[in-house]
T-cell receptor, first 113, second 111 residues
C-alpha cells in the first residue's frame, strides 16, 4: 500500500450540492494531483498543486477547485454538483521533478443523485 | 494534446499462454506508466519507463518503451488467474505534469 490516504471513502450527494474531498500525501511528497475516473473509463486529470498553488489544470469547469496546505495535504471542492460528476476521485502524490515517485490513493467514490 | 490509445480494450486469456497489450501515444513523451486496477480499487503502479528502449520486468509482466514508434507494450507470460484486472497505460511529456491515460484493457484469465 502507498502512504497516500483519502477521505471519505464513499459519498452520496444530490444535484446542486457542494462536496469536499480530502487527500493526505505520502511522507516527503510535495505535489498532489487530482483525477476523475468515470465508470469504465481511464482517469482524467483535473489539476495539480505544488507549493500551495495550482500548477496546471485539465479540461474541468471552474466549479472544480482545490487547495493545498503547508503540510502538502489537499482538498478538492466541487460546487453545484451534476449527475455526471459521479465518479471515483483519485489523488496522487509525488515529488516535483521526480516522475517515478507518483503514487495514487485509494480514491473517493462520489455518487450524485 | 497528448492522446493515448490502448488495444485491445478487452482481452480474454487462457491460463499458461502469452499475450501483449499495446499502448500508442500521439506526441512526444518521455514518461510512460503502467498501472493495474482491480474492480472498485485504486491504481497500483506496475512500471515507470523513462527512456527509449527501457525494459522492466516483474514476475510474469514485462513492459517496454519505444519512443521513436511512440509505443509501449505490456507482455504477459504464462497468464494466471491472479492477473485478471484492468491495465492502464499513461503518458506524460517532460514539460507537462499531467498524465494522459488510455481507456484501459480489461483482462480476464480463464482456465
Amino acid at each position: 500500500e502507498t502512504g497516500v490516504t483519502q477521505s471519505p471513502t464513499h459519498l452520496i450527494k444530490t444535484r446542486g450540492q457542494q462536496v469536499t474531498l480530502r487527500c493526505s500525501s505520502q511522507s516527503g511528497h510535495n505535489t498532489v494531483s487530482w483525477y476523475q475516473q468515470a465508470l469504465g473509463q481511464g482517469p482524467q486529470f483535473i489539476f495539480q498543486y505544488y507549493r500551495e498553488e495550482e500548477n496546471g489544470r485539465g479540461n474541468f469547469p471552474p466549479r472544480f477547485s482545490g487547495l493545498q496546505f503547508p503540510n502538502y495535504s489537499s482538498e478538492l471542492n466541487v460546487n453545484a454538483l451534476e449527475l455526471d460528476d459521479s465518479a471515483l476521485y483519485l489523488c496522487a502524490s509525488s515529488v516535483q521533478g521526480a516522475p517515478d515517485t507518483q503514487y495514487f490513493g485509494p480514491g473517493t467514490r462520489l455518487t450524485v443523485l | 494534446e497528448l492522446k493515448v490509445e490502448q488495444n485491445p480494450l478487452f482481452l480474454s486469456m487462457q491460463e499458461g499462454k502469452n499475450y501483449t497489450i499495446y499502448c500508442n501515444y500521439s506526441t512526444t513523451s518521455d514518461r510512460l506508466y503502467w498501472y493495474r486496477q482491480d474492480p472498485g480499487k485504486s491504481l497500483e503502479s506496475l512500471f515507470v519507463l523513462l527512456s527509449n528502449g527501457a525494459v522492466k520486468q516483474e514476475g510474469r509482466l514485462m513492459a517496454s518503451l519505444d519512443t521513436k514508434a511512440r509505443l509501449s507494450t505490456l507482455h504477459i507470460t504464462a497468464a494466471v488467474h491472479d492477473l485478471s484486472a484492468t491495465y492502464f497505460c499513461a503518458a506524460a511529456s517532460s514539460n507537462d505534469y499531467k498524465l494522459s491515460f488510455g481507456a484501459g484493457t480489461t483482462v480476464t484469465v480463464r482456465a
